[in-house]
T-cell receptor
């Protein structure tokens, strides 16, 4: 069985603040992939990043960065200098083993205030 | 890129009618497509997995006779909501996994909002 937990239901920050979205996952498989998706108000899911279980290198893409820690089964997402356009629901997701199906967390609603 | 389209984007229909939603991978071949349903302020729930040329695999609790899925080609899957009722009103999203990608990334369509009156 696989499970993704996003404990933060809603986060509100003021523009230019940094914000970290938490993601904790559970799986018994040694091979798995972790994802982050953004869902703006329009509803379309936007792929942000994929990480496989053998690559613990943290990644930075512009204002976005991801911290993958296998020891704590976490894959946290940080937005630096947040902007109003970052307001959206962010989903963490997991694919593991033979299931090959995405398991989504419950999502975190991020609101960036001007 | 990996673009997935869905049509229509909005549907309003009367109770008892059937609605067909199309999902297309525009610039890649997708051996596997997935159908999700999302209720307001909730996460995506997988309804079924559709493999090209074979029967779809439905998740527990999803009625296969109500939600008909056809995946006739490597670029097209359709979901038909038969005899729709108000409780079927939801946001339906498809995704496609690139054939031979080995990266397990699913690319999502823009979604279809269904309102059954």
């Amino acid at each position: 069985a696989q499970k993704v937990t996003q404990a933060q239901t809603e986060i509100s920050v003021v523009e230019k603040e940094d914000v970290t979205l938490d993601c904790v996952y559970e799986t018994r498989d040694t091979t798995y992939y972790l994802f982050w998706y953004k869902q703006p108000p329009s509803g379309e899911l936007v792929f942000l990043i994929r990480r496989n279980s053998f690559d613990e290198q943290n990644e930075i893409s512009g204002r976005y960065s991801w911290n993958f820690q296998k020891s704590t089964s976490s894959f946290n997402f940080t937005i630096t200098a947040s902007q109003v356009v970052d307001s959206a629901v962010y989903f963490c997701a997991l694919v593991s083993g033979s299931a090959r199906q995405l398991t989504f967390g419950s999502g975190t609603q991020l609101t960036v205030l001007p | 890129g990996a673009v997935v389209s869905q049509h229509p984007s909005w549907v309003i229909c009367k109770s008892g009618t059937s609605v067909k939603i199309e999902c297309r991978s525009l610039d890649f071949q997708a051996t596997t497509m997935f159908w999700y349903r999302q209720f307001p302020k909730q996460s995506l729930m997988l309804m079924a997995t559709s493999n090209e040329g074979s029967k779809a695999t439905y998740e527990q609790g999803v009625e296969k006779d109500k939600f008909l899925i056809n995946h006739a080609s490597l670029t097209l899957s359709t979901l038909t909501v038969t005899s729709a009722h108000p409780e079927d009103s939801s946001f339906y999203i498809c995704s496609a996994r690139r054939a031979g990608g080995g990266q397990e990334t699913q690319y999502f369509g823009p979604g279809t909002r269904l309102l059954v009156l």
